[in-house]
């Protein structure tokens, strides 16, 4: 399997989206006022506007199929993305996992 994704996100800015994707290795193939399309390799992440999105109850999410993932984790940290393991936190409620080796979690 090669690595592919074609998710429809929501974010609030252009310019702060692309430039974190950016660092991943993305490449911006199309972008107008309703649509911006990135690409790495067989991954493509489309974006639409949403000024009120709310992070911590957004229902969307992205799932990219990676034939090597300790590549791609090595971009991420270089990246200067930091590691985390634990979820988003929202008002009193704190959701938490532990994730394995790729991801998994493991609770």
Request: charged share 30%; with cysteine.
């Amino acid at each position: 399997m090669s690595d592919r994704s074609t998710p429809n996100m929501l974010f609030r800015d252009f310019e702060n989206t692309f430039r974190f994707y950016e660092r991943l290795g993305f490449q911006e193939t199309r972008r107008d006022a309703h649509w911006m399309i990135l690409k790495r390799g067989g991954i493509v992440v489309e974006f639409f506007p949403h000024a009120d999105l709310d992070p911590a109850s957004s229902w969307f999410s992205c799932c990219f199929r990676l034939d090597d993932v300790e590549e791609f984790y090595s971009i991420v940290l270089a990246a200067g993305v930091p590691e985390r393991n634990d979820g988003w936190r929202s008002g009193a409620q704190t959701q938490t996992r532990r994730m394995g080796r790729h991801g998994r979690s493991i609770d």
